[in-house]
């Protein structure tokens, strides 16, 4: 079918390459993306000039200037979503929608990134113009979406800068101008916002989260509240107040409430917005900073550099599991959270590979140890199955297009391929070609199950709490601490449980019960301290389930306890005292796994538990002051003064869970590059591994042989894929009612609500199985657990064929 035709050699996949040939072949697809582009750093170097500051401190400051002028309560913040909220402004929403959808294909498939250099700059620019101009007209209903994509031009034009007008300028020059730019634009920022914030005469008390500032904001959004619900006009005090008056049907109470959150998210986007673009130069520079100290010339430099790459991995990675730590107190600001973590890992990624050349990958692992395991870990099935987790549909979308890119090229006489696919197109299908499908969708399987058992824990652990905070809410502060540590040890001791929940369980108790007696900074003192004595006890119990766990050699081989990074962390938590490796992996690791792994790897206790007790800074006192800050919030009469408090602490446990993570990912790293030599050695105490893993050996080999693609029946490759599509699918169910204003699969639910309380008071009507909605809340869990019984029958099926094949031969 295509327009002109000829005869190329055909791309067949290799099942041979190593980790580096294949990061090479995963460099060279993105690479595709900038075919003809100088690559920094492969021509003659100079130094910056004042005229690279000055659009340097332009790509920084213009787009952060700009956010806030046009989305703050600084500028025209409220103006500006109050113009967006009419349905006709929806409705054209949906084209730009559509524009910003199509227009990219359009590009690809007219292979706009090999434009010279002006048009090739226009098309992006008008690509970002589409995007921004969605952005903006679906301000009303996703308030944050402005912010972000206005903002964004700060790190893609850097990153556009660095690649085509500054690839000659020395890389330790153009981050240490980046660093400078981006700290004197910071300085700007809070130059203007911190005066305007104390001396503007908006309220009378300023721009400060008072009383008087929310009546003006109200008066401010009477336009917004005249479009926001589409059936009337809203009115703050008798729709969205204390005092509203709620509809007897419930579907309109829930839509009015849903609308009333909205606009509510607007008066926080349009006060945080100068703080978020605070935020955003300060990781710029920090960036900056980092990346100046490095030379990417030398190998050290590039050891470094993927050093520094593999603990902010680490870093992002456990950010979004410490989104459950905002989740307890905030869901906007969990799923801002989220939204950022998803973005920082997509940045990471794609600068890492613009960044490095494959070659400094071969001699950065040929000289670090770490590296070897590194790239070797890139290519275990584990890495591939959450690539397929997460962009699974963006796979065949991007096929498919490449198909129509190929005929297009030909109709253009571009190409004289008879071939059906473009040369990265064949590349990426020899990739998929030879991966093990058998592996890498049993590993997506487990994954989303993990997954679900984590959120699902979260629903269930507010449920139980709601109910006992009812419970006990007359009981005496004394008798009250002893059965909250009951309840938390009891909790703690349930792998799905985060122990966020419990923390801000015990400032709400606490907190509420305090507020009448000893005062609400005592009680805060008081429950914190309940809860690190909490910690400890359940930490024991936990490692003594580890420790039983331990003395059977096959869990010993499951958590890798021959392994040299296994090895490693265990002489750093071995180490006598409170280093700063044993204290972040204690601290900065999940809760259950953390302590058990201990257990297993037979740590001592007291050592274990002397490096727990900063514990109490990074996460109990943070978390125990938002729980007691919610009732803060319910019971006083300037509520709303105390959010702006709670959502520092939620945001401050968060991000320090966030950096324990990378500062333990960093001493594991080190110790591995470091001792080695020592790590990898042979142990006595390993020999009963050794030996299970030798018996063992034919029964594992039987297994691979059964469980490879080619040799699944059409049946069992059937099983595997719907059990690993139905877990995919209650991902991202899970994950769409995470940032949804909207649940659409569980109601909101926090621990301060009452079960007994109508929904539009955020309660479940009586009954704790409301919780789920349908129908996505109550299939989800069905898909739930016909994945988890497809598992299972898959894996018992797959074992007895394996046997079957052990006696056959």
């Given at each position: 079918?295509g327009c002109s035709s000829g005869k190329t050699a055909k791309?067949?996949?290799?099942?041979?390459?190593?980790?580096?040939?294949?990061?090479?072949?995963?460099?060279?697809?993105?690479?595709?993306?900038?075919?003809?582009?100088?690559?920094?750093?492969?021509?003659?170097?100079?130094?910056?000039?004042?005229?690279?500051?000055?659009?340097?401190?332009?790509?920084?400051?213009?787009?952060?200037?700009?956010?806030?002028?046009?989305?703050?309560?600084?500028?025209?913040?409220?103006?500006?979503?109050?113009?967006?909220?009419?349905?006709?402004?929806?409705?054209?929403?949906?084209?730009?929608?559509?524009?910003?959808?199509?227009?990219?294909?359009?590009?690809?498939?007219?292979?706009?990134?090999?434009?010279?250099?002006?048009?090739?700059?226009?098309?992006?620019?008008?690509?970002?113009?589409?995007?921004?101009?969605?952005?903006?007209?679906?301000?009303?209903?996703?308030?944050?979406?402005?912010?972000?994509?206005?903002?964004?031009?700060?790190?893609?034009?850097?990153?556009?800068?660095?690649?085509?007008?500054?690839?000659?300028?020395?890389?330790?020059?153009?981050?240490?101008?980046?660093?400078?730019?981006?700290?004197?634009?910071?300085?700007?920022?809070?130059?203007?916002?911190?005066?305007?914030?104390?001396?503007?005469?908006?309220?009378?008390?300023?721009?400060?989260?008072?009383?008087?500032?929310?009546?003006?904001?109200?008066?401010?959004?009477?336009?917004?509240?005249?479009?926001?619900?589409?059936?009337?006009?809203?009115?703050?005090?008798?729709?969205?107040?204390?005092?509203?008056?709620?509809?007897?049907?419930?579907?309109?109470?829930?839509?009015?409430?849903?609308?009333?959150?909205?606009?509510?998210?607007?008066?926080?986007?349009?006060?945080?917005?100068?703080?978020?673009?605070?935020?955003?130069?300060?990781?710029?520079?920090?960036?900056?900073?980092?990346?100046?100290?490095?030379?990417?010339?030398?190998?050290?430099?590039?050891?470094?550099?993927?050093?520094?790459?593999?603990?902010?991995?680490?870093?992002?990675?456990?950010?979004?599991?410490?989104?459950?730590?905002?989740?307890?107190?905030?869901?906007?600001?969990?799923?801002?959270?989220?939204?950022?973590?998803?973005?920082?890992?997509?940045?990471?990624?794609?600068?890492?590979?613009?960044?490095?050349?494959?070659?400094?990958?071969?001699?950065?692992?040929?000289?670090?140890?770490?590296?070897?395991?590194?790239?070797?870990?890139?290519?275990?099935?584990?890495?591939?199955?959450?690539?397929?987790?997460?962009?699974?549909?963006?796979?065949?979308?991007?096929?498919?297009?490449?198909?129509?890119?190929?005929?297009?090229?030909?109709?253009?006489?571009?190409?004289?391929?008879?071939?059906?696919?473009?040369?990265?197109?064949?590349?990426?299908?020899?990739?998929?070609?030879?991966?093990?499908?058998?592996?890498?969708?049993?590993?997506?399987?487990?994954?989303?199950?993990?997954?679900?058992?984590?959120?699902?824990?979260?629903?269930?652990?507010?449920?139980?709490?709601?109910?006992?905070?009812?419970?006990?809410?007359?009981?005496?502060?004394?008798?009250?601490?002893?059965?909250?540590?009951?309840?938390?040890?009891?909790?703690?001791?349930?792998?799905?449980?985060?122990?966020?929940?419990?923390?801000?369980?015990?400032?709400?108790v606490i907190g509420k019960n305090a507020q009448g007696n000893?005062?609400?900074?005592?009680?805060?003192?008081?429950?914190?301290?309940?809860?690190?004595?909490?910690?400890?006890?359940?930490?024991?119990?936990?490692?003594?389930?580890?420790?039983?766990?331990?003395?059977?050699?096959?869990?010993?081989?499951?958590?890798?306890?021959?392994?040299?990074?296994?090895?490693?962390?265990?002489?750093?938590?071995?180490?006598?005292?409170?280093?700063?490796?044993?204290?972040?992996?204690?601290?900065?690791?999940?809760?259950?796994?953390?302590?058990?792994?201990?257990?297993?790897?037979?740590?001592?206790?007291?050592?274990?538990?002397?490096?727990?007790?900063?514990?109490?800074?990074?996460?109990?006192?943070?978390?125990?002051?938002?729980?007691?800050?919610?009732?803060?919030?319910?019971?006083?009469?300037?509520?709303?003064?105390?959010?702006?408090?709670?959502?520092?602490?939620?945001?401050?446990?968060?991000?320090?869970?966030?950096?324990?993570?990378?500062?333990?990912?960093?001493?594991?790293?080190?110790?591995?590059?470091?001792?080695?030599?020592?790590?990898?050695?042979?142990?006595?105490?390993?020999?009963?591994?050794?030996?299970?893993?030798?018996?063992?050996?034919?029964?594992?080999?039987?297994?691979?042989?059964?469980?490879?693609?080619?040799?699944?029946?059409?049946?069992?490759?059937?099983?595997?894929?719907?059990?690993?599509?139905?877990?995919?699918?209650?991902?991202?169910?899970?994950?769409?009612?995470?940032?949804?204003?909207?649940?659409?699969?569980?109601?909101?639910?926090?621990?301060?609500?009452?079960?007994?309380?109508?929904?539009?008071?955020?309660?479940?009507?009586?009954?704790?199985?409301?919780?789920?909605?349908?129908?996505?809340?109550?299939?989800?869990?069905?898909?739930?657990?016909?994945?988890?019984?497809?598992?299972?029958?898959?894996?018992?099926?797959?074992?007895?064929?394996?046997?079957?094949?052990?006696?056959?031969?």
């Open positions: 079918m791309v067949t996949p290799s099942t041979t390459a190593g980790p580096i040939e294949d990061l090479q072949g995963v460099h060279e697809i993105v690479e595709g993306a900038t075919a003809g582009v100088q690559v920094p750093g492969e021509t003659a170097e100079r130094s910056a000039r004042p005229v690279h500051y000055l659009v340097v401190f332009l790509s920084c400051s213009v787009p952060s200037a700009a956010t806030v002028l046009g989305l703050s309560l600084m500028g025209f913040g409220i103006q500006v979503y109050s113009e967006m909220a009419p349905h006709e402004i929806e409705r054209l929403s949906h084209v730009f929608s559509m524009l910003s959808i199509v227009y990219p294909v359009l590009l690809f498939l007219l292979d706009a990134h090999q434009l010279p250099g002006v048009p090739r700059s226009v098309a992006a620019a008008l690509l970002f113009a589409l995007v921004e101009a969605t952005a903006l007209l679906k301000g009303s209903m996703h308030p944050w979406a402005p912010v972000g994509c206005s903002l964004m031009p700060t790190p893609l034009a850097l990153m556009e800068i660095r690649r085509v007008w500054c690839h000659d300028i020395k890389r330790t020059s153009f981050y240490k101008m980046v660093c400078a730019c981006a700290s004197l634009t910071t300085l700007c920022l809070l130059l203007a916002w911190a005066p305007w914030t104390f001396l503007t005469n908006y309220s009378s008390t300023g721009a400060l989260w008072t009383a008087e500032t929310k009546t003006q904001l109200i008066r401010d959004s009477a336009k917004l509240y005249e479009h926001i619900y589409r059936e009337r006009t809203l009115d703050w005090a008798t729709d969205c107040g204390p005092s509203k008056e709620v509809p007897e049907d419930m579907d309109v109470a829930a839509e009015i409430m849903a609308a009333c959150t909205k606009a509510q998210t607007v008066w926080i986007v349009i006060l945080t917005v100068p703080f978020i673009a605070v935020l955003l130069q300060l990781l710029v520079a920090a960036f900056g900073f980092l990346r100046c100290r490095l030379d990417l010339d030398k190998e050290e430099g590039v050891v470094s550099f993927l050093h520094e790459f593999m603990v902010l991995l680490v870093g992002v990675l456990m950010g979004v599991y410490a989104t459950l730590y905002a989740a307890g107190a905030s869901t906007q600001l969990a799923s801002a959270f989220m939204a950022f973590f998803a973005m920082a890992m997509l940045a990471l990624m794609v600068y890492t590979l613009k960044e490095l050349r494959p070659n400094m990958l071969q001699k950065a692992s040929e000289r670090s140890a770490l590296l070897k395991y590194f790239a070797k870990g890139l290519q275990s099935d584990w890495v591939k199955a959450l690539a397929i987790g997460t962009i699974n549909l963006l796979i065949p979308a991007f096929l498919g297009l490449d198909v129509l890119r190929q005929q297009v090229r030909r109709c253009r006489g571009k190409s004289v391929d008879d071939e059906l696919q473009t040369q990265v197109g064949k590349r990426i299908m020899s990739e998929l070609r030879a991966w093990n499908w058998s592996g890498i969708l049993l590993k997506v399987v487990v994954i989303g199950e993990l997954f679900a058992c984590v959120v699902l824990g979260g629903k269930f652990a507010f449920v139980v709490f709601s109910w006992l905070n009812k419970l006990l809410a007359d009981v005496e502060l004394m008798t009250l601490g002893i059965i909250l540590a009951c309840v938390g040890c009891v909790m703690f001791l349930l792998p799905p449980v985060p122990g966020s929940a419990v923390y801000i369980f015990f400032g709400i000893i005062g609400f900074w005592p009680g805060v003192g008081v429950g914190s301290l309940v809860g690190l004595a909490v910690k400890l006890l359940a930490s024991t119990g936990q490692y003594y389930i580890g420790h039983f766990l331990g003395k059977s050699v096959r869990v010993q081989k499951a958590v890798g306890g021959d392994t040299v990074p296994t090895r490693a962390v265990e002489k750093i938590l071995k180490h006598p005292g409170m280093k700063v490796g044993k204290v972040a992996i204690l601290v900065g690791g999940p809760d259950w796994p953390t302590s058990v792994i201990c257990g297993i790897l037979q740590v001592s206790v007291p050592q274990m538990l002397l490096g727990t007790l900063p514990v109490y800074f990074v996460s109990i006192a943070p978390q125990t002051l938002v729980g007691a800050l919610l009732t803060k919030e319910l019971g006083s009469n300037d509520a709303k003064m105390w959010v702006a408090l709670k959502t520092v602490a939620t945001g401050i446990a968060a991000l320090s869970q966030a950096a324990a993570c990378g500062v333990a990912a960093y001493a594991v790293m080190k110790t591995v590059e470091r001792d080695h030599v020592e790590l990898a050695q042979y142990r006595a105490d390993h020999q009963d591994i050794a030996e299970l893993t030798r018996r063992e050996a034919a029964f594992v080999d039987a297994l691979f042989e059964e469980t490879r693609w080619s040799a699944l029946s059409r049946q069992r490759r059937l099983v595997l894929s719907a059990a690993a599509l139905a877990h995919w699918a209650v991902a991202g169910l899970l994950l769409l009612d995470y940032t949804l204003l909207r649940p659409i699969c569980f109601r909101k639910f926090d621990m301060t609500a009452d079960i007994a309380a109508p929904f539009v008071d955020g309660g479940l009507d009586g009954n704790v199985l409301n919780i789920a909605l349908l129908p996505f809340g109550a299939g989800s869990l069905a898909l739930f657990f016909v994945g988890v019984l497809l598992h299972a029958c898959h894996i018992c099926d797959l074992r007895r064929a394996a046997k079957r094949r052990l006696e056959e031969s």
